[in-house]
């Protein structure tokens, strides 16, 4: 049984007081941190103990160490914030942990937690001070890092908020220079933001605009059933409202015409369900297409009259020729006669096209045997091309109302393009066949074709494809006037084509017309 020794250290161990030393010292040297005690008795304070561990932190002997002041660890970096609250609690006589910069033998900088704790003899005055130094390098620069990449976010959030107001204010100054009127409405239609523009051509305040129903805005421009479905539309289908046009008489702008399109706001988050309505008036623009479409029809009708004048003239003139006077007189006198007949043929288009965009195109609708009125027109038209073969195919059997001049037009105009635009030794196909409660007639040539971003303009008016503008004259009406003339018989044409191996182009009418 070990027996305690009074006034022992470690009591019950049995040691002697030379053996309990030698226990206690051993126990501090097995620590990982550092141990130093000073005497604060002494003057400056000095070292009289260090562990093994502080050797090992701060690189220097014990020889070195013992009988300095610790500040000897701090070199010449000596303004540090924590040494005036250290030097307070040393002064005060009390414990205290700080985080100080100091430097190993070899120069190197380490971070140094010192816990430090008074000992104070029987009176109350302090003997020793006791240290307990800890390396915390590692996570210091862990925190280190940590605070400069919290730096570096910020700072980049903050460039990045910069450059997304800069963006903002650079769209905006485009949506307020741009000269349309342009409003953004919520899924129910109403105004949450307008530009200058609109406020400027309207003539209206942004507080009689913002907040309000589309439907309500002036004295109910907008709204027309029509364009509600439509804009109902945008945001579940998202497709577009295209070329809406409005003709209202604005409270302060007048008579004017609008034209609308009306686009979901394709962006994920805030701003989701957006749609931007864009506003063009096109009153003007209209009124010269008017102007201009007035100039054709009376530029043409004028110049009808003299050509008539001279076909007949001419005419006149070959039927004076004898057969047997000079042949080159002949000659010319055919030549002139075709060129007249071309003349006259561009006219009548044009005359065609005016009458179309006038609206005073009148039906001459009577029933015709569609697969007689086919076959003729080939035949007919087969003899002003006679070395070209047009073969006909199918049939439908069908009598059906339609404005025979004008049918008959379309039918030549489909296979005059089909001969003007594919080889001389290439036949033509038409075919002709009933789908349902319609007729059909395909005319099918092996020609150059239309190339896809083509093929969506070749039925505008005055269109002409860019490869056969050079090779082949015309005005680019011929198709508009057939399209527009297929759509006054409630059909529809199109085209199916591939560029450099020819095209097919088809129209279909109903059967029973109810025109
Ligand atoms: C027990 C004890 C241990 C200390 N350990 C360190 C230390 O490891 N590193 C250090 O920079 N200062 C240490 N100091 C603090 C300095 O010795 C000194 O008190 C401090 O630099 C402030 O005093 P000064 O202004 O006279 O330098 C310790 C002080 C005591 C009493």
């Known amino acids: 049984m070990i027996e305690n020794t009074p006034g022992s250290l470690l009591p019950?161990?049995?040691l002697n007081t030379m053996e309990e030393l030698s226990l206690l010292t051993t126990a501090l040297n097995s620590t990982t941190a550092g141990i130093t005690i000073t005497d604060n008795t002494q003057p400056d304070n000095p070292i009289i103990f260090c562990n093994d561990s502080f050797e090992m932190i701060t690189g220097y002997k014990r020889q070195e160490i013992i009988g300095r002041n610790c500040r000897f660890l701090q070199g010449t970096d000596r303004a540090q914030p924590e040494l005036d609250k250290l030097r307070e609690?040393?002064?005060?006589?009390?414990?205290?942990?700080?985080?100080?910069?100091?430097?190993?033998?070899?120069?190197?900088?380490?971070?140094?937690?010192?816990y430090l704790s008074p000992v104070k003899d029987a009176k109350g005055n302090i003997r020793f001070f006791i240290g307990i130094q800890n390396d915390v390098t590692a996570r210091k620069n862990a925190e280190e890092t940590l605070v400069n990449e919290r730096e570096a976010m910020a700072r980049e959030v903050a460039e990045t908020t910069q450059r997304l107001r800069e963006n903002e204010q650079y769209l905006a100054s485009i949506i307020e220079t741009v000269r349309e009127s342009l409003i953004v409405l919520s899924p129910d239609l109403i105004v949450l933001s307008v530009n200058h523009h609109f406020l400027r051509v309207f003539q209206v305040t942004l507080e009689e605009t913002k907040g309000r129903s589309l439907f309500e805005l002036g004295n109910g421009q907008w709204n027309s059933e029509q364009l509600r479905v439509l804009l109902d539309q945008v945001l579940p289908t998202s497709n577009p409202v295209l070329d809406f046009e409005v003709e209202h008489d604005f409270p302060t702008i007048g008579k004017k015409l609008m034209l609308l399109n009306a686009y979901?706001?394709?962006?994920?988050?805030?701003?989701?369900?957006?749609?931007?309505?864009?506003?063009?008036?096109?009153?003007?623009?209209?009124a010269m297409e008017?102007?201009?479409?007035?100039?054709?029809?009376?530029?043409?009708?004028?110049?009808?009259?003299?050509?008539?004048?001279?076909?007949?003239?001419?005419?006149?003139?070959?039927?004076?020729?004898?057969?047997?006077?000079?042949p080159r007189l002949v000659n010319i006198l055919a030549k002139t006669e075709k060129s007249a007949e071309r003349l006259n043929?561009?006219?009548?288009?044009?005359?065609?096209?005016?009458r179309i965009q006038s609206g005073s195109v009148k039906l001459l609708m009577e029933e015709y045997d569609f697969d007689l009125l086919v076959r003729e027109t080939i035949f007919e038209f087969g003899d002003t091309v006679p070395d070209r073969i047009i073969k006909l195919e199918g049939s439908t059997d069908v009598k059906l109302l339609l404005d025979e001049g004008h049918l008959v037009q379309v039918i030549v105009n489909l296979l005059s393009n089909a001969i003007k635009y594919s080889d001389n030794s290439s036949e033509v196909n038409v075919y002709i066949g009933r789908v349902g409660d319609y007729v059909k007639l395909s005319v099918t040539d092996k020609g150059v074709g239309i190339s896809e971003d083509e093929k969506k303009h070749v039925f505008d008016r005055f269109f002409?494809?860019?490869?056969?503008?050079?090779?082949?004259?015309?005005?680019?009406?011929?198709?508009?006037i057939c399209d527009q003339i297929i759509k006054n018989h409630?059909?529809?044409?199109?085209?199916?084509?591939?560029?450099?191996?020819?095209s097919t182009f088809s129209f279909t009418i109903p059967v029973n017309q109810s025109l």
Not at 264 to 284: F, H, N, Q, S
Not at 345 to 354: K, P, Q, R, V, W
Not at 490 to 502: A, C, F, I, Q
């Open 490 to 502: 409630n059909g529809s044409l199109w085209v199916e084509s591939t560029h450099g191996e020819g």
């Open 264 to 286: 979901r706001v394709e962006l994920e988050g805030k701003y989701k369900d957006r749609i931007l309505l864009a506003i063009e008036d096109i009153t003007e623009r209209r």
């Open 290 to 326: 008017m102007r201009k479409d007035d100039f054709l029809s009376i530029a043409s009708h004028e110049l009808k009259t003299p050509l008539t004048t001279i076909k007949g003239y001419i005419q006149v003139a070959s039927t004076l020729v004898k057969a047997d006077t000079n």
């Open 464 to 480: 002409r494809s860019q490869h056969i503008q050079m090779k082949y004259p015309g005005m680019g009406i011929g198709l508009y």
């Open 345 to 354: 043929n561009l006219i009548s288009e044009l005359l065609d096209m005016a």
């Open 12 to 14: 019950f161990t049995g």
């Open 89 to 114: 609690h040393i002064n005060s006589g009390k414990a205290c942990r700080v985080e100080l910069r100091n430097y190993k033998k070899d120069g190197h900088l380490f971070y140094n937690e010192l």
